[in-house]
């Protein structure tokens, strides 16, 4: 068991400043979709509770 942990290598920190990743997309650009996305469903939240409170 110790042996398995002592040859465990994170994958993660192997991609450092002598190996930078290269991302296939902008990460803003992911943020910025998410948030559009996050505003529209609010906005039909909205819409839909204006309309039930027009229907009392």
């Known amino acids: 068991m110790i ?7 994170d994958n993660s920190t192997a991609n450092g400043i002598n ?3 290269n991302c296939s997309f902008n ?3 992911k943020v910025i979709e998410l948030y559009e996305r996050m505003i ?3 906005k039909e939240k909205v819409e839909y509770l204006e309309k039930l409170l027009r229907e009392k």
């Open 3 to 9: 042996n398995y942990f002592n040859s465990f290598y």
């Open 40 to 42: 529209q469903t609010e």
């Open 19 to 21: 190996n930078p990743v």
């Open 27 to 29: 990460p803003l650009d």
